[in-house]
């Protein structure tokens, strides 16, 4: 079946570095989306990207779709503390509406 | 404008017990999905539930049970609990008339923790 792998798995910096995570999708994908979850809490719907090669910003996080639609990452330009969680790239099966998810990258941030 | 809800918050159970989770989906959803969160992992699709009935479903055993009443609320019962059921469910609403494919909000979620 489908698979979405995230790289790295974990990630710790010092607040005003930056920070990437990466998502790779077994299958092509109709769009990713990315989700936040903090310590303790549920995961947050943050962004959807649908078109090939798209890139989308929100304030200090930069989103990006591949050109194959088989891979995202998603980019934080000097992080903050409160920018500390577990970020999820999450992908629809092709056939179906479940969403499949990453197992996620968590990241803390030293102050 | 109510966001996903979803009760109990916490519950703990002892293995065999059997168990109902409940969601009430954002104002305007039809579809209500079920996930399981196991620690330090990402969220597992279990069921998906439209027009009452369950559309599509995750690689879990048939202990794992649920229903949509007429107003898009949702249960999940899971029957004769093992310890391995101790995680974190999620209920996810969207819509499939009006939603981009595959967003889905995520309610507060409900900690179940298996003795």
């Known amino acids: 079946g489908q698979q979405v792998m995230q790289i790295p798995q974990y990630q710790h910096v010092q607040e005003g570095e930056d920070f990437t995570t990466y998502c790779n999708s077994s299958t092509t994908l109709s769009n990713i989306q990315w989700y936040k979850q903090r310590p303790g809490g549920h995961p947050v719907f943050l962004i959807q990207?649908?078109?090939?090669?798209e890139v989308k910003k929100q304030k200090r996080l930069t989103f990006q779709f591949g050109e194959a639609k088989k891979n995202s990452s998603l980019h934080i330009t000097a992080t903050q503390t409160t920018d500390v969680g577990t970020y999820f790239c999450?992908?629809?099966?092709?056939?179906?509406?479940?969403?499949?998810f990453g197992a996620g990258t968590i990241l803390r941030v030293k102050s | 404008d109510a966001g996903v809800t979803q009760s109990p918050t916490h519950l703990i159970k002892t293995r065999g017990q059997q168990v109902t989770l409940r969601c009430s989906p954002k104002?305007?959803?039809?579809?209500v999905s079920w996930y399981q969160q196991a620690l330090g992992q990402g969220p597992q699709f279990i069921f998906q539930?439209?027009?009452?009935?369950?559309?599509q479903r995750g690689n879990f055993p048939d202990r794992f049970s649920g229903h949509q009443f007429p107003n898009y609320s949702s249960e999940l019962n899971v029957n004769a609990l093992l310890l391995g059921d101790s995680a974190l469910y999620l209920c996810?609403?969207?819509?499939?008339?009006?939603?981009?494919?595959?967003?889905?909000?995520f309610g507060p979620g409900t900690r179940l923790l298996v003795l």
């Open positions: 990207l649908v078109k090939s090669g």
């Open positions: 996810a609403s969207s819509s499939l008339v009006t939603g981009t494919r595959g967003t889905q909000y």
């Open positions: 104002s305007g959803h039809d579809t």
């Open positions: 539930y439209y027009e009452e009935e369950e559309r």
């Open positions: 999450a992908g629809p099966e092709e056939y179906g509406n479940k969403l499949v």
